[in-house]
């Protein structure tokens, strides 16, 4: 089986940083995507954004874009998501996920295995 571990959440104030990072075991790393999602309170869970770790290619949904970074290590099987200039309604349950397959979008079905989840809270 495929285990993720999500880790690097905590309490945060707007416009601060974070590093979150997600260990993979279990599986040929580099041959699928990895992605990030997110769920707030009372809402769906919805992507943040996916990398293809052979090729590096990598995915930002709107509410990502230009202020998170996803990133690869393959050699580590790790994951890790930047978060820059972070607000409020960034708070979210965090979960890294692996694809499909290696080109697998900011869509819940394109995912299969997935991690605990860490918290993430912004405060204003």
């Known amino acids: 089986d495929v285990q993720l571990q999500a880790s690097g959440g905590g309490l945060v104030q707007a416009g601060g940083s974070l590093r979150l990072s997600c260990s993979a075991s279990?599986?040929?790393?580099?041959?699928?995507?990895m992605g990030w999602f997110r769920q707030a309170p009372g809402k769906e869970r919805e992507g943040v954004s996916c990398?293809?770790?052979?090729?590096?290619?990598?995915y930002y949904t709107t509410s990502a874009e230009g202020r998170f970074t996803i990133s690869s290590d393959n050699a580590k099987n790790t994951v890790y998501l930047q978060m820059n200039s972070l607000k409020p309604e960034d708070t979210a349950v965090y979960y890294c996920a692996v694809g499909r397959s290696a080109y697998s979008g900011s869509s819940l079905e394109g995912y299969r295995y997935w991690g605990q989840g860490t918290l993430v809270t912004v405060s204003s």
């Open positions: 279990g599986s040929t790393f580099s041959d699928y995507a």
């Open positions: 990398i293809s770790p052979s090729e590096g290619t990598t």
